[in-house]
């Protein structure tokens, strides 16, 4: 694992949390619960067949293992969604169905604090993962949208953070408003105090720096930037901002040297999700960086989505910052 998940695995070990593993049913699910089990920085709920499991994975025997379609626990937590749904027009019956999905299940675990976050994705979509987590979580105090972000890690680079950046929103927000923006910025900011607890420097970026274009999608970012500062003055922020301004310290003197963030920015917010997604994936394959997520932010409480080609270490780090987030 990198320097950054076993930093993240230690901050997680000094304040262990319960993490939900919903998808027992995959092997590479049950790896990672005995990697982290074995490596003691969180305590784990598996979601599957416990006869089942326990057979095949004796390893697993100090593991908690929990089956949403007959643990005794589901009547209560049916109860307790129908409480939670009524008022968008759920009934009990369909409560005590949607309980018995494992990501359903799993929410409710953390909804109800037995567990302080889940970790799925690895056979199911984004959209699966989140749905229940949206419905039922709903968003941070403060939060108006959820978001997400990737944790990068960039080789021999002395941009950023000794070349760790916080990349957003990369996988979730299409084409967010100014406002939407906005949340995401500070959001990132949080993360980035949080998971690397250093000063975030926030740049909002855009083709244009500081009123080099005038255009629709230029002036987006300008009032991201305002509303932003409304939500959170203390953060660092400012934008609009080229990529090679916000980042490199010799073309922020010539473009902006009054900047607060330019050639300094750790955190790196795209204005769609078209430019989010390739930026991160460029940087990830032709600077063979390191890039953890989607990680999640903006919700009540942690659910953080995994690639369906994840591996069992993919789990185990995503758990760890998951741990990280619930503490904080």
């Given at each position: ?162 070349g760790t950046f916080i990349f957003a929103d990369c996988g979730l927000n299409v ?79 010539l473009k902006c040297p009054d900047s607060p963030v330019a050639g300094r920015a ?63």
């Amino acid at each position: 694992m990198s320097a950054f998940l076993d930093r993240m695995i230690e901050t997680a070990a000094s304040d262990t949390r319960t993490i939900v593993l919903a998808e027992g049913s995959d092997p590479r699910t049950l790896d990672a619960a005995a990697q982290i089990a074995e490596r003691g920085f969180a305590e784990v709920i598996v979601l599957g067949d416990p006869v089942a499991i326990r057979e095949e994975r004796p390893e697993l025997a100090a593991v908690t293992i929990m089956d949403p379609t007959s643990d005794p626990l589901s009547e209560v937590l049916a109860d307790e969604l129908f409480e939670v749904r009524k008022v968008k027009g759920m009934t009990r019956e369909d409560a005590g169905k949607l309980i018995s999905d494992e990501l359903y299940f799993g929410v409710m675990l953390v909804k109800t604090g037995r567990a302080d976050g889940m970790v799925a994705g690895a056979c199911h979509s984004t959209a699966d993962v989140l749905r229940p987590s949206l419905q039922i979580l709903k968003t941070a105090p403060g939060a108006a949208l959820v978001s997400s972000f990737f944790v990068m890690i960039v080789p021999d680079c002395d941009l950023g953070e000794q070349g760790t950046f916080i990349f957003a929103d990369c996988g979730l927000n299409v084409d967010p408003d100014a406002t939407g923006l906005a949340n995401i910025a500070v959001s990132s900011a949080r993360s980035w105090e949080s998971l690397i607890q250093t000063t975030p420097y926030v740049a909002l970026l855009s083709h244009s720096t500081h009123g080099s274009a005038s255009n629709e999608d230029a002036d987006k970012v300008v009032e991201a930037v305002r509303c932003a500062h409304e939500l959170d003055a203390s953060i660092a922020l400012d934008g609009e901002l080229q990529v090679d301004a916000a980042l490199c310290p010799e073309v922020a003197v010539l473009k902006c040297p009054d900047s607060p963030v330019a050639g300094r920015a750790n955190v790196l917010i795209f204005p769609d999700l078209d430019a989010g997604n390739s930026g991160y994936k460029l940087v990830q394959r032709l600077a063979k960086a390191e890039a953890y997520g989607p990680i999640t932010q903006g919700l009540a409480r942690p659910v953080n989505d995994l690639s369906r080609g994840c591996s069992a270490e993919d789990i185990v780090g995503v758990a760890a910052i998951t741990c990280v987030q619930a503490q904080g």
